[in-house]
């Protein structure tokens, strides 16, 4: 079992409303990456975080930021929801040095917008 | 840009029967590549993984892989099908641990 949790585990949401979304690191990674899976879909990715800044972003709009803290957790916050955004998203903490790379998933947070 | 390609939405199999999962991918860059299982209402575990070395890759649960480079393939193969390995599988490709490309995924059905 990893250290990576999200929360909340469900959550549900009006079009039109913000949400955000947290997720911990496994201990000793400095990367946190963020992922929407729509149903039957596989994951999209919407941005990284590494030592606090982004470091790399997918083709989601602007209404779709983050943020890293210094313990390296993160949150994922979605202003003026619409009803697509309704998915599964996932957090993934992760660490690449030397050759090697280590990267584990949480169990994801299931967001309904109605 | 990097893409995957999943063509097989569902693979039914027989318990103790091989197992392979195809995978493609298209990049004009070398690229890492990952293979990740999912269960039900579950997150992603990564299966395995190549960054570089022997094309021939092992992970866990018997589960492994080959890097094909001139046929842009990985795919996954197990020799034995269990009833546990039922769920969803995904390839990934990576250029540099930044930013992760994913396939549809293919789902595994295991008949005993």
């Known amino acids: 079992e990893t250290g990576v949790t999200q929360s909340p585990t469900h959550l549900i949401k009006t079009r039109g409303q913000q949400v955000t979304l947290r997720c911990s690191s496994q201990?000793?990674?400095?990367?946190v990456s963020w992922y929407q899976q729509a149903l039957g879909q596989g994951p999209q990715f919407i941005f990284q975080y590494y030592r606090e800044e982004e470091n790399g972003r997918g083709n989601f709009p602007p209404r779709f930021s983050g943020l890293q803290f210094p313990n390296y957790s993160s949150e994922l916050n979605v202003n003026a929801l619409e009803l697509d955004d309704s998915a599964l998203y996932l957090c993934?903490?992760?660490?690449?040095?030397?050759?090697?790379?280590?990267?584990?998933f949480g169990p994801g947070t299931r967001l309904t917008v109605t | 840009a990097q893409s995957v390609t999943q063509l097989d939405s569902q693979v039914p199999v027989f318990e103790e029967a091989p197992v392979e999962l195809r995978c493609n991918y298209s990049?004009?860059?070398?690229?890492?590549l990952f293979w990740y299982v999912q269960y039900p209402n579950q997150g992603l575990q990564l299966l395995l993984k190549y960054l570089s070395g022997s094309t021939l890759v092992k992970g866990i649960n018997g589960f492994e892989a080959e890097f094909k480079k001139s046929e842009t393939s990985f795919h996954l193969t197990k020799p034995s099908a269990h009833m546990s390995d039922a769920a969803e599988y995904f390839c990934?490709?990576?250029?540099?641990?930044?930013?992760?490309?994913f396939g549809s995924g293919t789902k595994l059905n295991v008949k005993p």
């Open positions: 990934a490709v990576s250029h540099n641990f930044n930013k992760f490309y």
């Open positions: 990049s004009s860059v070398s690229v890492y």
């Open positions: 201990s000793g990674h400095n990367t």
């Open positions: 993934a903490s992760s660490y690449a040095l030397d050759g090697r790379y280590e990267q584990y």
